[in-house]
């Protein structure tokens, strides 16, 4: 069974309009929760981790753990937020195995 | 800056052959791993390598072996190819500082006819 999952495999929002990826997991202990983003011709890379509570271009998640949701919101979305996001849990003895999500691109209209 | 590099980029295998994915990073990182990734599955962890020497299974681990000799390289072995290993490869490094943040080659796209 999928631990993480992201119901939208697409969504599409206009350029101003606030934006809220999904996503859900299941794990038994306490959660490491991150999400990645590939952008066009780009390398995968880290957008943010729950455990800094830090905003990265705008971006913020909050780990809400009675609904097991890790949602990432943007109050307004630009054109170069278009990309493929992933959200990923992570275990392990180092925390650096990770179980990802199938991921949801993000397209921002003009 | 070169990061994490693999190689090839592009690869296309018939079925029975055998081929190895290169991988090498600069960072000195101590944690190394392979995922795969496929539509609407994401990325799936194959192997992870915590060391120099040391090695262990992922969540698709079958088709796949790994070795790491050097802290620098952690190459991925198809012994041999089948048509279900068409995917997505990327490999991966972090100093294993239970960060969160891993550092991501480019990706080598396989095609096993």
């Known amino acids: 069974a999928q631990r993480v999952t992201q119901p939208e495999k697409l969504l599409s929002v206009f350029k101003g309009a606030p934006v809220e990826l999904k996503c859900n997991y299941s794990?038994?202990?306490?959660?490491?929760l991150f999400w990645y983003v590939q952008y066009s011709r780009q390398r995968l890379q880290l957008l943010l981790r729950h455990i800094s509570r830090e905003s990265i271009k705008g971006f913020t998640a909050d780990l809400n753990k009675g609904e097991t949701s890790f949602h990432l919101k943007k109050p307004f979305a630009q054109e170069e937020d278009s990309a493929m996001y992933y959200c990923?849990?992570?275990?392990?003895?180092?925390?650096?195995?990770?179980?990802f999500g199938p991921g949801t691109r993000l397209s921002v209209l003009p | 800056n070169a990061g994490v590099t693999q190689t090839p980029k592009f690869q296309v295998l018939k079925t029975g052959q055998s081929m190895t994915l290169q991988c090498a990073q600069d960072?000195?990182?101590?944690?190394m791993s392979w995922y795969r990734q496929d539509p609407g599955m994401g990325l799936r962890l194959i192997h992870y390598?915590?060391?120099?020497?040391?090695?262990d299974q992922g969540e698709v681990p079958n088709g796949y072996n790994v070795s790491r000799s050097t802290t620098e390289d952690f190459p991925l072995r198809l012994l041999s190819a089948a048509p279900s290993q068409t995917s997505v490869y990327f490999c991966a490094s972090s100093s294993g500082q239970n960060t969160g943040e891993l550092f991501f080659g480019e990706g080598s796209r396989l095609t096993v006819l």
């Open positions: 794990y038994s202990g306490s959660p490491e």
């Open positions: 390598s915590v060391g120099a020497g040391i090695t």
């Open positions: 990923a849990l992570g275990e392990g003895d180092y925390g650096q195995n990770f179980v």
């Open positions: 960072m000195n990182h101590e944690y």
